[in-house]
């Protein structure tokens, strides 16, 4: 099961940090992610971080604004989120496909989602 928090409201260039806790499930064993879906749009994946000492990817509108980590002691990824912008808003959502590599990170290959956080970016 995954745990997801920190979203909120911020005015544009402001900064959240989105986490996401596994429970009964050890994220270092997977490649974890986020997504995010905004009003009338598709859910598109955001950043994804593989296994152990694993790649980290992103789209490229989050490219230099937003970073991705993990702490095994807390088994928790982060999304530190920067410079945030109004396309940024949409509800957040962390997911695995329960492999190892973030290649396959889409939707459908999906087996695990958190519940999502809502981040709004306005002024």
């Known amino acids: 099961q995954l745990v997801a928090s920190g979203g909120g409201s911020v005015q544009p260039g402001g900064s959240l940090r989105l986490s996401c806790v596994g429970s009964?499930?050890?994220?270092?064993?997977?490649?974890i992610g986020w997504f995010r879906q905004a009003p009338g749009k598709e859910r598109e994946a955001v950043s994804c971080?593989?296994?152990?000492?694993?790649?980290?990817t992103y789209i490229d509108s989050v490219k230099d604004r937003f970073i991705i980590s993990k702490d095994k002691t807390s088994n928790t990824v982060f999304l530190h989120m920067n410079t945030l912008i109004p396309e940024d808003t949409g509800v957040y959502y962390c997911?695995?496909?329960?492999?190892?590599?973030?290649?396959?990170?889409?939707?459908?290959?999906?087996?695990?989602w958190g519940q999502g956080t809502q981040v709004t970016v306005s002024s």
């Open positions: 997911a695995t496909t329960l492999a190892a590599r973030c290649i396959y990170f889409n939707p459908t290959e999906i087996r695990s």
């Open positions: 009964g499930l050890t994220l270092d064993y997977y490649a």
């Open positions: 971080i593989g296994a152990g000492q694993g790649r980290t």
